[in-house]
């Protein structure tokens, strides 16, 4: 698989061995108060993670008490979904995406886990009225688990196999490693290295996710060393030596048990 071992940077706008990735599918129901940029319209979450139409989101809550926020950087709302794929099946289509780069990552995918992907035609369009669309824009970037009717996932020039796995890993239900309950247990944050306006990627503060099994410093949707440096400095640290954070080749064995964990039943 062509990839680089830690091509992260281009996220930023950006056994049965049970799940240590966090799943959009849990227990914790409720609602979190989370901080999102608005790019384009998007509300944007740690950096790739696509909550929804920045101005749907507003709405849905009472006015903001802190107005000296900056647009680019306001609170929303989160509520928790069940947003699994029935059978673990995803339909997609191509929109100007580099087609061999996507069709490698969903190899793999289709290697290593139960996910099939399932081109989406006129055919069969009435029996996948949801689906992903894969197109080309500025950043990588994805909802978490199954959304309603067309589901964006976009990929720039500069996205790597590895970051196409990654995407659909959010695609597929899965959030970031490093935000994970148990995270300062096995990773120190840096806050003085990481860029001020940046810092809410890393609060920690989704209640609708599960964590399960043990952390995983080499899962694929971990962040990297040095996401949101504006120090040239590292903004994560693993606590125990010789760890590696931020690979972008492939799915860890924990990454796998958590899709397992999801959709095989």
């Not at 049970?18 to 989370?34: D, P, Y």
Request: hydrophobic share 40%; charged share 25%; with cysteine.
């Amino acid at each position: 698989m062509s990839s680089t071992q830690d091509s992260t940077r281009s996220e930023r706008r950006p056994a049965l061995a049970l799940a240590t990735s966090r799943s959009i599918v849990g227990r914790a129901s409720g609602v979190a108060e989370v901080r999102f940029e608005i790019v384009r319209g998007r509300a944007l979450f740690e950096g790739d993670i696509v909550l929804g139409d920045a101005a749907v989101l507003m709405a849905a809550r009472p006015p903001l008490a802190r107005q000296s926020l900056p647009d680019a950087e306001l609170e929303g709302s989160v509520v928790t979904l069940d947003r699994r794929w029935p059978r673990g099946e995803i339909a997609y289509q191509l929109w100007d995406a580099n087609a061999a780069l996507i069709t490698e990552a969903m190899a793999h995918w289709e290697q290593k886990t139960a996910i099939r992907f399932i081109r989406r035609t006129a055919v069969n369009a009435r029996q996948y009225p949801d689906f992903l669309a894969f197109i080309r824009d500025e950043h990588c970037w994805s909802a978490v688990g199954r959304s309603r009717g067309r589901q964006d996932l976009a990929l720039s020039d500069n996205c790597s196999v590895g970051n196409a796995i990654h995407e659909i890993g959010h695609a597929v239900g899965l959030w970031h490693e490093q935000s994970r309950a148990d995270r300062d247990t096995h990773i120190e944050i840096l806050w003085d290295n990481i860029d001020p306006d940046e810092r809410h990627n890393f609060e920690q503060n989704m209640t609708d996710g599960d964590d399960i099994g043990p952390y995983d410093c080499g899962s694929i949707m971990h962040y990297g060393a040095y996401a949101f440096s504006y120090t040239g400095l590292p903004t994560i640290v693993p606590r125990s030596a010789g760890v590696q954070i931020g690979q972008r080749i492939g799915l860890s064995d924990g990454d796998i048990a958590a899709v397992n964990a999801l959709y095989v039943r």
